[in-house]
C-alpha cells in the first residue's frame, strides 16, 4: 500500500465489519457476503470516490466480485487473488471437502468457536498463520481440532513479527471471531 501510494494512488484497506477494529454487525450469525459488498459500497460513498480498482485475496474476493458485478459503474479495474470466481448462488464446494479439512471445521457451528476459546485471540491467530504459511493443507484427524494442529513451540513465520501478532492479536480480542467464521466459511 506504501508503494502504491507512494505511486500517487490512494490506496485504503478497511477492516471488513466484525473484523479488526471494526464494529460487530447487528446479527453475525447472518451476515453475508453482500452485506461486505454493501459496506465497500457505503465507504467508497462516504469518501466521495467514484471509480476504484479492486485488489482483493482470499475471502476477500467474493465481495469484490460481487461489487463488480453489482455496481460495475464504480469499478475501473478487478485484481484477485487466490479464489477463482464463483457466481453467486448457493455454494456446494463445501460438499466435496474433507471432514478435517479446515473449511469443513470452520464451517460446522460451534465447533471452531469451542477450538478457539480454548486459546487467547493472538495464540489463535498465531496458529492460524503458522497453518497458513506451511506448503501443506491444515487436515485435523477426526478426533482432533485444527488448533491441535499447531505445536506451542513453532516459531513465527520470518515475516510476522512478534509486534504484528500482537497488533492482530489486540484486534481479534475486540472484534471476536463471529463474524470471521459467519463469512465466509458459513
Known sequence: MVALANAGFRAIAPDFRGYGLSDQPPNPHTTTFMDLCDDLLGILDQLAISKVFLIAKDFGVRPAYLFALFHPDRILGLITLGVPYIPPGPSTFHKRLLEGFYVSRFAEPGRAEADFRRLDATTVIRNIYILFCRS???????????????????????????????????????????????????
Not at 137 to 156: R, Y
Open 136 to 186: 501443506e493443507i491444515p487436515i485435523a484427524e477426526v478426533n482432533q481440532e485444527i488448533m491441535d494442529l499447531v505445536e506451542p513451540s513453532t516459531p513465527l513465520p520470518p515475516w510476522l513479527s512478534e509486534e504484528d501478532l500482537a497488533s492482530y492479536g489486540f484486534s481479534y480480542e475486540k472484534s471476536g471471531f463471529q463474524t470471521a467464521l459467519q463469512v465466509p466459511y458459513r
